[in-house]
């Protein structure tokens, strides 16, 4: 099973998100936009895990000890930059509470064997995807004002590939 740990945006944040994406969508309209159930700031992206050894994960995750803290949203921006764009994303501030909840999150899951990242953590929210060349590259990266909220707990999800995108299923709550 393909495993992830995230932030969920709470749902006023979200309404004022999917209010700035309505015009953008109707830019690229071929474009696949992330649903607004299935957006969220991931924190470790632990990829394929066997079903089998799935219990092995909480007791670490439960271990970590934080506080809530806020979280803040950047600028929009399309990665890779050019004609290969690719993905449009929200940045997300790396806070030092944000930073220190990901590398614990790193640090707990090493002890099961899940690889550390070999890059830096970049948090941001992934909006839309496309494989036609240039498409999101048009699009105006103009705002939107900062989201900001204050981050109670994270979540382990499961994520399901399929033709038409991703689809993710929490798995347990881990409050902060």
Not at 5 to 16: F, Q, V
Not at 82 to 91: D, I, K, S
Not at 96 to 124: K, M, N, T, W, Y
Request: with cysteine; hydrophobic share 40%.
């Amino acid at each position: 099973m393909r495993l992830f740990c995230a932030l969920d945006i709470p749902a006023d944040a979200l309404s004022r998100l999917q209010t700035v994406l309505q015009p953008l969508r109707t830019q690229a309209p071929l474009a696949r936009w992330t649903g607004p159930l299935d957006t969220h700031v991931t924190l470790k992206f632990i990829g394929e895990f066997p079903e089998t050894r799935l219990p092995e994960i909480p007791p670490l995750l439960r271990r970590i000890q934080a506080e809530p803290f806020l979280v803040r949203t950047g600028q929009l921006a399309i990665t890779p930059s050019g004609r290969q764009a690719r993905v449009l994303w929200l940045e997300v501030e790396t806070s030092p509470a944000l930073a220190e909840l990901a590398a614990r999150i790193e640090r707990q899951l090493e002890a099961v064997g899940i690889p550390a990242e070999s890059r830096d953590f970049r948090p941001h929210i992934t909006l839309a995807r496309s494989n036609q060349m240039g498409l999101l590259r048009t699009l105006p990266l103009a705002g939107p004002e900062p989201l900001c909220w204050t981050a109670g707990a994270y979540h382990l999800y499961e994520s399901k590939l399929s033709p038409k995108g991703a689809h993710y299923r929490r798995l347990q709550t881990f409050p902060l």
